[in-house]
Structure formats: structure tokens, C-alpha cells
């Protein structure tokens, strides 16, 4: 198994640029969901979802849109990109939607520059 | 409201020996699961270990054991036999019932191991 994977690696946007980061993991997880790391702080929730077609928002949605069609894809999209928007963005997955003793699985994160 | 202090920015300790990572959380909801991931300066994040609030024994992983006194709200992350390997951030989370999910991390410590 590939686990959880994200594409791009690095990417930087000028303002105003719009983007889909991707995720996808091989595992058959019903949960996944999108975070952020800021410089000095932990992670924060953007979106998750908890099976195909089923999305929520997290602590931190704004400017960010998800959907999940397949049980193995969860792309976050930026609409218009925003400096405040630089970050890492991690994905992760767990076996269990919404479970809180499932141990969440994360990808090697999206390294994203705004200009 | 709900939340992880870590209060050791950063930590240093000889190859060897063992170290404490401290975290408190707080919560007044009896159901919840305490995690320790790591992230080395490549930046993924490795999940190390998991503490069920019911859960009577303190958890164990290897060199890795979850110091657990719930009356204390306390969830200290002790490495035994430090290696230089173990240079990294490490971050204490949560996670509540019915919340999704969604993980609350802590600011995180930074462990640096001396040869």
C-alpha cells in the first residue's frame, strides 16, 4: 500500500490563482480529511469527510472548497488564492468516519506559497 | 473550550537517555483519545502512540509510553534510549466524540538529541 499520497509536493501561486491540491490513499479509509500548518503552530482542520459524497467543514474552511466522489480521492481546492493562505497542507485518513479513538494516517504534505 | 498545551518549546537530551515530552489537555467530556505524532525535518507526520480516556493502562509503542494521569489531565510522551533519529517535532493532539474527528493539536516541542 501507498498510503496516503499528495501531489503537488511544492507549489507557489500569485494572488488570486486558483489550484487543486490532491489526495488520495490506497487503504479504503471512509475518513479523510484536510489540514493546515503554519510556521510554529500545530495543525489546524480545514475540511473532512467521512465517505463518498459526504463533506463538512472544519475550524478553518474559508477560501477552501472539497468534495469526495470515490472513497480513495479528496482534493482541496483554493479559489482564489490568498497570501495568508501559505502553508502546509496535510492530508489524512483513518478506517472509521468520525471515529475518536481511529488513529488518522497522514500524507507527506503540499509545501503552498502565495504571492 | 477544548485544547493541548505543550509548554517545552524545545527540549535537548544526551543520546541515551530518556526524555519527557510534557502535554496537558483540556476537555470536560469523558470520551476522547490522546495521540503523539512526530515530524522529522523532512515533514511528515508520523503517528507514534494513542491513549483512550478509558483506557486503564498506559499505552506503549516500542521505545515510546504515554505517561497517562487523567485526574491531572496529563498525557507526557516518555522516550526511553533516546537516539539521534529521534530529533524532530513532536506534537500531543486530541480527539473528542462527535466531533468528526477532527484532531486538536498542541504547538509542539522540538527535541533535539546530543551524541
Known amino acids: 500500500n501507498a498510503g496516503v499520497t499528495q501531489t503537488p509536493k511544492f507549489q507557489v501561486l500569485k494572488t488570486g490563482q486558483s489550484m487543486t491540491l490532491q489526495c488520495a490513499q490506497d487503504m479504503n479509509h471512509e475518513y479523510m480529511s484536510w489540514y493546515r500548518q503554519d510556521p510554529g503552530m500545530g495543525l489546524r482542520l480545514i475540511h473532512y469527510s467521512v465517505g463518498a459524497g459526504i463533506t463538512d467543514q472544519g475550524e478553518v474552511p474559508n477560501g477552501y472548497n472539497v468534495s469526495r466522489s470515490t472513497t480513495e480521492d479528496f482534493p482541496l481546492r483554493l479559489l482564489s488564492a490568498a497570501p495568508s493562505q501559505t502553508s502546509v497542507y496535510f492530508c489524512?485518513?483513518?478506517?472509521?468516519?468520525?471515529?475518536?479513538?481511529?488513529?488518522?494516517?497522514f500524507g507527506p504534505g503540499t509545501r503552498l506559497t502565495v504571492l | 473550550a477544548q485544547k493541548i498545551t505543550q509548554t517545552q518549546p524545545g527540549m535537548f537530551v544526551q543520546e541515551k537517555e530518556a526524555v519527557t515530552l510534557d502535554c496537558t489537555y483540556d476537555t470536560s467530556d469523558p470520551s476522547y483519545g490522546l495521540f503523539w505524532y512526530k515530524q522529522p525535518s523532512s515533514g511528515e507526520m508520523i503517528f507514534l502512540i494513542y491513549?483512550?480516556?478509558?483506557?486503564?493502562q498506559n499505552a506503549t509503542e516500542g521505545r515510546y509510553s504515554l505517561n497517562f494521569q487523567k485526574a491531572r489531565k496529563s498525557a507526557n510522551l516518555v522516550i526511553s534510549a533516546s537516539q539521534l533519529g529521534d530529533s524532530a517535532m513532536y506534537f500531543c493532539?486530541?480527539?473528542?466524540?462527535?466531533?468528526?474527528?477532527?484532531?486538536?493539536f498542541g504547538q509542539g516541542t522540538e527535541l533535539s538529541v546530543k551524541p
Open positions: 493532539a486530541m480527539t473528542l466524540r462527535g466531533q468528526g474527528g477532527k484532531l486538536i
Open positions: 489524512a485518513s483513518s478506517t472509521v468516519a468520525g471515529a475518536y479513538t481511529d488513529t488518522q494516517y
Open positions: 491513549q483512550g480516556s478509558y483506557d486503564q
